[in-house]
């Protein structure tokens, strides 16, 4: 398994994040969410990344995926470029994420990251070296109160109810081994120490570009010396349920309190 690492240690990297007018503007965009990766950030809007932001021989460097900036895709190829004139046209380049977007991560913007109380701190989480290729990701990670005034770490799963790894006629759908794998990840000791070293210094990196649309976020990680801890057991989020069947009574029997369920809208 490869090391978890996320967070921007490099403190010049932070101070032209801190006077670079495009990334102000995107702070300021209450549906952008701003992801901390590795000394980079991605930004999405309802489950696309729209951009990469690196720091690049002392200069903050905009990338975006070609399909979203109208360039062409070609074979062995790199498939993003400079974002370039999008950057002061991002209406558009929000625009242009439309036709990719996926109604599962829509329904996570929208119910989730929009919900002022939820804090949401991290989307599309990849743990390490998986079996699969490309690996997959959990859906988001919230922060919230644990134990002793802790700060406690949350991993959601989201599914759509006619998702077939839900709705499955097997008595273990594929939904069972997707999350006990995740499960597995966060119990190892290893692993724990690494994810919470990063979120200690995503925690930081929050308070020092500003992040303020991040709910009541700011209020729970103000006090960066609170211990933090790991919910072991991932939690399964599903959308628009349209009614109570088998498939939802296998859910409640194997997770129980850890089932999330969200009903569809008349």
């Given at each position: ?33 701003i ?26 460097k ?13 074979k ?26 996926k109604k ?16 949401v701190?991290?989307?599309?989480v ?6 699969e ?6 859906d ?11 700060i ?35 119990k ?9 070293d ?6 930081q ?23 933090i801890e ?19 009574a ?17």
């Amino acid at each position: 398994m490869s090391v978890f690492k996320r967070g921007i240690n490099n403190v010049d990297f932070i101070k032209a994040l801190n006077s670079n007018i495009h990334f102000q503007k995107m702070i300021l965009d209450e549906n952008l969410f701003i992801a901390i990766r590795n000394e980079k950030l991605n930004v999405y809007y309802f489950g696309q990344s729209i951009c990469q932001i690196e720091y690049v021989k002392n200069e903050v460097k905009f990338t975006s995926h070609n399909k979203y900036i109208g360039l062409p895709i070609e074979k062995n190829k790199s498939c993003y470029s400079l974002t370039g004139e999008y950057l002061n046209k991002i209406e558009e380049l929000k625009r242009n994420t439309i036709p990719f977007q996926k109604k599962e991560k829509v329904q996570v913007k929208r119910q989730i990251i929009e919900d002022p109380k939820k804090c949401v701190i991290d989307i599309e989480v990849t743990f390490g070296k998986e079996d699969e290729e490309p690996p997959r990701s959990i859906d988001y990670v919230s922060v919230e109160k644990g134990y002793n005034s802790n700060i406690k770490l949350v991993f959601h799963e989201a599914k759509l109810f006619n998702n077939p790894e839900i709705r499955s006629e097997s008595p273990n759908p594929k939904i069972f081994a997707q999350l006990d794998k995740y499960e597995k990840v966060l119990k190892d000791v290893n692993h724990q120490s690494e994810i919470i070293d990063s979120y200690k210094t995503i925690f930081q990196n929050i308070i020092d570009l500003n992040l303020m649309n991040k709910g009541i976020l700011l209020k729970l990680i103000e006090n960066l010396d609170r211990k933090i801890e790991i919910d072991s057991k991932p939690k399964l989020i599903v959308f628009e349920i349209d009614k109570k069947d088998e498939h939802l009574a296998k859910l409640k029997r194997k997770y129980a309190d850890r089932l999330i369920e969200k009903f569809k809208i008349k």
